[in-house]
């Protein structure tokens, strides 16, 4: 059973452009979360969806983010007009379900020019 | 608010020693904790994953204890070696909430 699996591992986008980061869970887990690590802190949540629905985006900055994780395929977490700021780490995690432990794909490092 | 808290941010210590890193956390309504460890640039190893209803897990020179009331977690590392310097991050992962919630990590330096 591979872990969870995220690309690219490396990312490179100039201010403007768009980052799409895709997860693919665990085989059999339903349940995927986003992580962002901005340099020097910890890591704080973004998004947790389950197969086509957004469960809790408290997380995720009002504006240029999104999440889905469609029926099939990957989890993509989608950043539109990147600015400097937004260079970070993106970890992405699945679980079967709400009380099961998470975990976590290699990450995204995003480097914004 | 739900937060947790690692004390210190950064510790140094001699090859041999051993250690105790601190987890602090509010709301006892927490359904497991979990101990990573993060090198520079790299993702997160998972250490330790302490369930609400045990008291401690031990991995080799790892032990990880969960006080629930007092709302702490300690990670205990016996006898450092170099290789041990890393980050480690402590996380809580509520009942019914899914997600986890990180503290900001201690930054731990083994001296050869």
């Known amino acids: 059973n591979a872990g969870v699996m995220q690309n690219p591992r490396h990312l490179v986008r100039r201010r403007g452009q768009e980052a799409r980061l895709r997860c693919s869970p665990m085989?059999?887990?339903?349940?995927v979360y986003w992580y962002r690590q901005l340099p020097e802190e910890g890591l704080k949540f973004m998004v947790y969806?389950?197969?086509?629905?957004?469960?809790?985006e408290s997380g995720m900055p009002k504006e240029r983010f999104s999440a889905e994780f469609p029926k099939e395929g990957p989890s993509i977490l989608r950043i539109q007009q990147v600015v400097r700021g937004d260079s970070a780490a993106y970890f992405c995690?699945?679980?079967?379900?709400?009380?099961?432990?998470?975990?976590f794909g290699p990450g995204t490092r995003l480097t914004v020019t | 608010k739900q937060e947790v808290t690692q004390i210190p941010a950064a510790l140094s210590v001699p090859e041999g020693e051993n250690l105790v890193l601190n987890c602090s956390f509010t709301?006892?309504?927490?359904?497991?904790l979990q101990w990573f460890r993060q090198d520079p640039g790299k993702g997160l190893t998972s250490l330790l994953l302490?369930?609400?209803?045990?008291r401690e897990q031990t991995s080799g020179r790892l032990n990880a204890s969960l006080d629930k009331s007092s709302g702490r977690s300690t990670l205990y590392i016996a006898a450092s070696q170099p290789g041990d310097s890393a980050t480690y991050l402590c996380?809580?992962?509520?009942?019914?909430?899914?997600?986890?919630?990180f503290g900001d990590g201690t930054t731990l330096t083994v001296k050869p």
């Open positions: 995690a699945s679980s079967p379900g709400t009380d099961y432990e998470q975990y």
């Open positions: 085989k059999g887990h339903s349940h």
């Open positions: 969806l389950q197969k086509e629905n957004i469960i809790d």
């Open positions: 709301d006892s309504a927490i359904y497991n």
């Open positions: 302490i369930q609400s209803s045990q």
């Open positions: 996380a809580r992962q509520n009942t019914n909430a899914g997600k986890s919630t």
